[in-house]
């Protein structure tokens, strides 16, 4: 259970989210700015975004028992506008991306994932009957008729052991739900032997069942609507997680979604995008966007009060406020900034915007304005020798970088820092500006230093040499922006991002370099339209966790800074010749591309 009593930025991995009660995730989970009406939609769907993002709290919202509890009972929710019957899957580390399986040729390692994931799903699907509707709400008799209905789905003799196993445990006629549920464990068992004796030996058999998606899956579901008597209530699968998956059984996911079967099983996968490898299905077909499934995005680039992620943080972290019970509910006076520096901020945009009218600078006083200040306040606190506090609503909204627990990890730190400074929990009215900035500046250097030890575990062995010159290069690329903030005659010292001139050389790492950085995620990578025309280019944005590291400013978005692959390779060697060769360009007052935004 989340204790908000505790801490009312209190987390969880979507692990644990199963033991969390559903009046509680009801009641905490934020509609607007979701994009929940999207993925209720009978449609396929992919859901990507990066871990802490919500998607998994969303899909736990969308299961039968939050369904029941926000329309008061089963029937008053399945006879509502959109009714669905929601079947959480989750796609755990080791469980169904069994290592074993690259021990198979690749026709029987298609049949046995595609059997795996079928047998996963059938699981998980009875485990939702079982203990999420009311008891007594499904029939006797028919719980029994539907427990033999899909027993025949299998090859009798294949399934001899498994009835055996399920028959130790529960009595089919008495139990019929348990008793499945137990038949589809031990098949999945079955396979695990399998797969850990070929391990040991090239001469194991399989010598179970198998099944696929016509002729078990989709009867599967056909069985579940008229066990519920709603043949126009259709199954939503909900895949979450789906990089654990091999790309293998990616492939059966995708071949799932061709059928096109949505009014009796729809599946919407949640993962992120750089680890979805494939869009081929089994048959080598390609399934495509619009035409067989529409795709939703979690990660937002901007963040702006102005922005759906920052309305979204400040509606999840104030309902979290009212029901923890604390004194104050408001966000922004619950992480207030440092005052002084406020202060003094708004002085400075005062004397902008006198400057902008006397000195006749160009474009509008508004931007003009928002371009410089903070970049004045950070030169005038460095020059002062007086340290820069990350502190406040909007700042940590933007150190965040679209990712929600991103925002409520740190702020949990912080609850829990002033706990320990001897305030009760009823006492608490704020986070003073210094405890937030030492958590969030704390927070930044271990994301700096233990990100690559925690993907090293998973990296193949020649890719291990990277990790420390990407290290280098974020390091390059932080005093390269630090210089530049700092810098009173610097056009645009905002700059938080890089794009790349010039094609990387073939027989150049930096290509490894920076997709090992996009992959721990020090690189967000989108891309935008080049001025000279022909088509996009990748537009790399430093991950904003990193500016309390680096004393930056995380809330500018003006301008991206072109670097050569020459130069690139240089910062992942030595930061110091990086800096000083690119703020030698700089002199030559080499141009910066000014940033639009792009809708």
Not at 6 to 30: C, G
Not at 335 to 343: A, D, K, M, S, V
Not at 375 to 389: I, N, S
Not at 546 to 559: I, R, V
């Amino acid at each position: 259970m989340i204790d908000l009593a505790e801490n009312p930025f209190a987390v969880h991995s979507p692990d644990a989210l199963k033991d969390v009660p559903a009046e509680q995730i009801v009641d905490l989970f934020i509609k607007e700015h979701t994009q929940l009406d999207n993925v209720k939609e009978q449609k396929h769907t992919f859901i990507w975004g990066p871990r802490g993002s919500g998607k998994s709290f969303m899909l736990r919202y969308l299961e039968p028992q939050c369904r029941f509890v926000e329309y008061n009972s089963p029937d008053d929710f399945f006879d509502s506008d959109q009714p669905f019957l929601g079947i959480y899957t989750p796609c755990k580390k080791g469980e169904i991306d069994k290592t074993e399986l690259d021990l198979l040729n690749d026709r029987a390692s298609q049949v046995i994932s595609e059997h795996l994931l079928n047998l996963t799903v059938a699981e998980e699907t009875l485990s939702t009957l079982s203990g999420q509707f009311p008891s007594g709400y499904f029939n006797h008799d028919k719980k029994v008729s539907f427990s033999r209905k899909i027993l025949d789905l299998f090859d009798s003799g294949s399934i001899t052991a498994s009835r055996e196993y399920a028959s130790d445990r529960y009595e089919q006629n008495k139990d019929p739900f348990k008793w499945l549920e137990e038949l589809f464990i031990s098949e999945k068992r079955q396979i695990s032997h399998y797969l850990q004796e070929l391990a040991l030996s090239s001469d194991a058999k399989y010598t179970g069942a198998t099944s696929g998606y016509h002729d078990f899956l989709l009867p599967l579901m056909s069985n579940v609507q008229q066990l519920l008597g709603r043949s126009d209530v259709p199954v939503y699968i909900f895949i979450d997680d789906a990089f654990h998956l091999f790309e293998e059984q990616q492939e059966v996911i995708n071949t799932w979604i061709a059928n096109r079967d949505q009014s009796t099983l729809c599946v919407k996968i949640s993962s992120t995008r750089d680890r979805y490898e494939t869009f081929e299905t089994t048959g080598r077909g390609r399934i495509e966007e619009t035409h067989d499934y529409n795709k939703i995005d979690f990660e937002e680039l901007y963040t702006g009060e102005d922005k759906q992620y920052s309305k979204k943080v400040r509606d999840i972290v104030e309902k979290r406020l009212e029901v923890s019970g604390v004194p104050t509910t408001d966000i922004e006076e619950f992480l207030p900034y440092r005052e002084f520096e406020q202060e003094r901020l708004e002085e400075i945009k005062s004397e902008l915007e006198d400057e902008w009218l006397e000195e006749g600078k160009p474009g509008r006083q508004s931007d003009y304005t928002s371009r410089y200040a903070k970049a004045r306040l950070f030169q005038e606190l460095a020059a002062g020798k007086t340290e820069k506090f990350y502190s406040g609503f909007d700042e940590i909204v933007h150190i965040s970088s679209g990712v929600v627990r991103n925002f409520l990890e740190p702020c949990q730190l912080m609850f829990n820092e002033v706990k320990r400074e001897g305030d009760n929990v009823d006492d608490i009215t704020h986070i003073p500006p210094r405890i937030q900035h030492k958590v969030l500046k704390q927070n930044s250097e271990d994301f700096l230093k233990e990100a690559p030890e925690k993907i090293a575990k998973t990296l193949p062995e020649e890719d291990i040499g990277y990790i420390e010159d990407l290290k280098t290069l974020v390091r390059s690329l932080g005093e390269l922006f630090y210089h530049r903030l700092h810098d009173p005659d610097s056009r645009e010292p905002r700059v938080f991002s890089f794009t790349i001139r010039g094609d990387i050389p073939s027989d150049s790492d930096l290509d490894r370099v920076l997709e090992l950085g996009e992959r721990i995620r020090y690189f967000k990578v989108k891309t935008y339209s080049t001025k000279e025309g022909g088509g996009r280019s990748d537009w790399y944005i430093l991950n904003r966790r990193l500016a309390p590291m680096f004393k930056l400013d995380p809330t500018g978005f003006e301008g991206r800074i072109t670097l050569t692959p020459e130069l690139l390779e240089i910062g992942c060697n030595d930061s110091s010749e990086f800096v000083r060769r690119r703020l030698d360009i700089d002199e030559k007052q080499e141009s910066l591309n000014t940033f639009t935004e792009e809708k």
